[in-house]
């Protein structure tokens, strides 16, 4: 399967959109902080510009600019999530990705193409991980048919959304396919970037919370298949026990 690229998507109209993009360009850049702002450049790789806005401080912002608004639906949050990834420093992006958190549950799966296009535009595993994890793994819950689309994900030449399908059931937890989790990591056992392989390596260790002996053993059936780093992430908190 080839990569994956981001193209140009459509932002639906939305007047609650209108109104959260308002309000959050007038309170984020106020709360701009220069210095820590080119911190933060510097630790994510250089991958976008920065407001410089603490975490904590940033979502005690987001609650004012959400605050007395009506509830959305699936076509707000698309329009708030595609809104937020035009604009060039990251914390709006950290504002969409919290956004379908929260929202994710008034969503259909007509959203994960809206998903997949934040996915693999200025991709990096600051949005990349909470989208898998949060929105992603929320939506093919809610319909298992998705599991499909994660069958062709996996097998994407683009990193993020192979890591996407290795990382979409790490909330699951008792209801992890862990027949899918264990394929999917023989999979892409042989990946050479380091961001796969940590995958395979947190998905497997997430997943031995709930099952460790099935850990345990698929790991011991595929060593000599998956990467040093993949065994010892799968493994680290299995040691212990």
């Given at each position: 399967m080839g990569p994956s690229v981001p193209t140009a998507?459509?932002?639906?109209?939305?007047?609650?959109?209108?109104?959260?993009?308002?309000?959050?360009?007038?309170?984020?850049?106020?709360?701009?902080?220069?210095?820590?702002?080119?911190?933060?450049?510097?630790?994510?790789?250089?991958?976008?510009?920065?407001?410089?806005?603490?975490?904590?401080?940033?979502?005690e912002l987001s609650r004012t600019v959400l605050d007395g608004l009506p509830r959305p639906d699936e076509r707000d949050c698309a329009a708030i999530a595609l809104r937020c990834w035009e604009l060039p420093e990251r914390e709006y992006r950290y504002f969409a990705v919290d956004y379908l958190r929260g929202q994710v549950k008034r969503c259909s799966s007509g959203l994960l193409p809206v998903v997949r296009h934040l996915l693999v535009t200025d991709a990096w595993w600051d949005t990349v991980d909470p989208l898998a994890a949060h929105t992603v793994g929320a939506l093919v819950a809610a319909d298992p048919g998705l599991t499909r689309v994660m069958d062709a994900w996996i097998e994407d030449d683009n990193l993020w959304m192979a890591?996407?399908?290795?990382?979409?059931?790490?909330?699951?937890?008792?209801?992890?396919?862990?027949?899918?989790?264990?394929?999917?990591?023989?999979?892409?056992?042989?990946?050479?970037?380091?961001?796969?392989?940590?995958?395979?390596?947190?998905?497997?260790?997430?997943?031995?919370?709930?099952?460790?002996?099935?850990?345990?053993?698929?790991?011991?059936?595929?060593?000599?298949?998956?990467?040093?780093?993949?065994?010892r992430e799968a493994l680290r908190n299995l040691s212990r026990s």
């Open positions: 998507r459509p932002i639906p109209s939305s007047e609650l959109a209108d109104t959260v993009l308002g309000r959050l360009t007038a309170v984020y850049p106020a709360a701009a902080d220069p210095a820590r702002a080119e911190g933060a450049a510097a630790y994510m790789k250089g991958v976008a510009r920065f407001l410089g806005i603490r975490t904590p401080h940033r979502r890591r996407t399908a290795l990382l979409h059931q790490l909330r699951f937890k008792a209801a992890t396919d862990s027949g899918r989790l264990f394929g999917y990591c023989l999979r892409q056992a042989g990946h050479p970037d380091f961001f796969i392989r940590k995958a395979i390596g947190w998905s497997l260790r997430e997943y031995a919370k709930t099952d460790p002996e099935a850990v345990r053993d698929f790991v011991a059936g595929a060593r000599d298949r998956l990467a040093p780093l993949s065994v």
